[in-house]
């Protein structure tokens, strides 16, 4: 980087900003190589990753998993039907904090080409029928907003009329901020509809990613009658974060992990990703047949 | 103990000398007289400058003012008999959540809320009214019992939010809340809520799945505190009052949104300032709203409280 300092005035300015182009984009490609993971900071080839459907082969730390890789892994070849697609998120607060909330929805409505944080959608698990909710943490963070409960309220009114079984797949930070009270409301509207759901028999499962976290953790995620983990992912309430200021205290190691919530007994079982299927397939049979 | 919040503090002076005044002097007439009559002018000169119009950083202050009545002055206030009942049956008894069985205008009712303290000592004992896992639990306990015998259920919601702590992880925070909130829609008897003060995310709505949500005039209700918000996507804390506008956390802000049905009215300035108005405004309204919901049957009450809440959310819907 060196060599070409912005005050060699002899250069000519074109090649210098081909050249610093050229820098970014090695840098892109190199980055685009390689990832760091979160779990173990070692460095790893991404393609080996990918082949490993995003798990970490030094810890077997599960990365974020893209919606339809999820939809791939989960459902019989060709049997899943999106539902509620054309829900769409308003600005009805007119937020604004760096950003307005209108131009945030529409970058990355535009960026994502997806309406909002979660697709709902039925399709068949080895043949058994079931509705599932997925979450996209690349949408603000996952975050439950009007739109995330609305798709999934009526999600689960579907299972509770038609008697199919719900499962909901969480990756998010919480509550959407931008839409204030009326997203914690949202935890209401669904938790309404999950007690409905319930009372009909209808089974709900909910297989819980990293994260899952604050509000989505506190109606959707733990209202499961039965729960899933992902290895490593984290789970709360709170975040760490936040915590530690509070209590001023060093947490736990392994605090909020699955691993931690299993032996405290607030999920049922760790389920790595590549036997996923396999599992929600024996529980579904388990319970309905 | 009197308490001013910044922006009330030149009130301080004049009514702490009003205080002095009535305490040692005759003010029947004379001397004394003419200078409380003085004094009691410019009062409500600077109370209509600093309360005339509120900014939403202002509610949110007002909402924890100290000196505001908490969910057991209400209690001791509104209700007769009140008994209260201790423990989650589980792991102990959580003191900031505080509720037993009362009676309101002669009726049996279960009335629970969460607790701050008035001073430092009850503020630690009952962690400024932020609950653990316990609390919540209690909470289902009492409601469970409370349906069982057909009883109706009033709750006081008024905390910064659930403690985020090491042993309330453990101890299932998220599930409980999610759980509270989860059978509050099986519940068949009334159940109204009422927002007194702060009404802190999660924690709060862990109580607040009512037929009826009542939010006093001054009181706030949010996902998360004005501060916290700040701090997320300002990454600034200090930029609390550009998040409390943003936020929209105030009563009427709510009752344009829906969320709640009623915005009781508080004595000019805030509950703090005459907790005997604020009793009597409450009072009225809650025995309006009860008296309606007791003419529901169970099926009715349970039927009235999900659409009520399966309506809340703004979205567009293309076809
Ligand atoms: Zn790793």
């Not at chain 1, 995620?221 to 709360?236: C, F, R, S, T, V």
């Not at chain 1, 992990?257 to 036997?275: A, N, Q």
């Not at chain 2, 025995?287 to 567009?316: C, N, W």
Request: aromatic share 8%.
């Amino acid at each position: 980087m060196g060599f070409f300092k912005k005050k060699d005035k002899d250069k000519p300015p074109h090649i210098e900003i081909d050249i610093q182009k050229e820098i970014k984009k090695a840098e892109k490609e190199e980055k685009a190589l390689w990832i760091k993971c979160s779990s173990c900071h070692e460095l790893i080839y991404r393609k080996e990753v990918e082949r490993n459907l995003d798990v970490c082969p030094k810890c077997q730390y599960h990365f974020p998993y893209s919606v339809q890789n999820r939809i791939n892994l989960i459902f019989d070849k060709g049997t899943f039907v999106e539902l509620y697609r054309g829900i769409e998120p308003v600005d009805f607060l007119k937020f604004k904090d760096t950003k307005s909330y209108k131009v945030r929805l529409q970058e990355t409505r535009e960026s994502l080409n997806r309406n909002d944080a979660v697709v709902c959608g039925q399709g068949k698990i080895k043949g058994i029928d079931a509705l599932a909710a997925i979450f996209d943490f690349e949408f603000m963070g996952g975050s439950l907003g009007s739109v995330v409960g609305e798709k999934i309220t009526r999600l689960l009114e579907e299972g509770a009329g038609k008697g199919i079984p719900v499962i909901v797949f969480c990756a998010s930070g919480g509550a959407r901020m931008q839409e204030g009270i009326l997203s914690l409301m949202q935890m209401s509207k669904v938790s309404g509809a999950i007690y409905k759901l319930k009372s009909q028999r209808i089974p709900y499962i909910t297989v819980l990613t990293d994260p899952t976290l604050g509000g989505v953790s506190a109606s959707i995620a733990m209202l499961g009658d039965i729960i899933i983990g992902e290895p490593k992912a984290m789970i709360g309430f709170a975040g760490p974060r936040v915590i530690k200021e509070t209590i001023k205290e060093e947490l736990p190691a392994g605090f909020q992990r699955s691993e931690y919530l299993v032996e405290h007994g607030m999920i049922d079982m760790i389920v790595p990703r590549k036997e996923i299927k396999q599992k929600i397939h024996q529980l579904l049979s388990l319970i309905t047949t | 103990m009197r308490y001013y919040l910044d922006f009330e503090k030149r009130l301080e002076p004049i009514e702490r000398r009003i205080e002095e005044i009535k305490k040692f002097h005759n003010v029947t007439e004379g001397h004394y007289a003419k200078e409380l009559s003085g004094l009691e002018k410019k009062v409500s000169k600077i109370e209509k400058e600093i309360y005339g119009d509120l900014s939403n950083w202002q509610r949110s202050q007002l909402s924890r003012h100290l000196n505001r009545p908490h969910t057991l002055d209400y209690v001791s206030h509104l209700f007769t008999d009140f008994t209260e009942l201790h423990g989650d049956r589980r792991f102990k008894d959580d003191p900031a959540i505080a509720g037993g069985f009362a009676r309101f205008e002669g009726i049996s009712v279960a009335v629970l809320g969460h607790q701050k303290g008035k001073d430092v000592r009850e503020m630690a004992a009952r962690n400024f009214g932020m609950a653990n896992p316990e609390g919540y639990r209690k909470a289902v306990r009492l409601m469970d019992l409370a349906d069982r015998w057909q009883k109706p259920i009033i709750t006081f919601i008024d905390t910064p939010g659930a403690f985020p702590g090491i042993g309330a992880e453990e101890r299932g925070q998220a599930e409980t809340i999610a759980s509270a909130i989860c059978f509050m829609f099986s519940l068949s008897v009334p159940v109204i809520a009422v927002v007194i003060g702060e009404g802190g995310s999660g924690g709060a709505l862990a109580v607040g799945v009512g037929n009826r949500v009542l939010m006093l005039e001054n009181a706030t209700y949010s996902v998360i505190s004005p501060e916290g918000c700040a701090a997320i996507l300002w990454r600034d804390g200090a930029k609390g009052p550009l998040a409390a506008d943003a936020l929209k956390p105030t009563a009427p802000d709510l009752y344009e949104l829906n969320v709640v049905d009623e915005v009781v009215p508080e004595p000019f300035g805030g509950a703090h300032r005459n907790w005997q108005e604020t009793f009597d405004h409450l009072s009225q309204v809650l025995s309006k709203h009860l008296k309606e919901l007791l003419s529901i049957p169970g099926d009715g009450l349970r039927a009235q409280r999900y659409d009520k809440f399966r309506r809340m959310g703004i979205f567009q819907e293309q076809r």
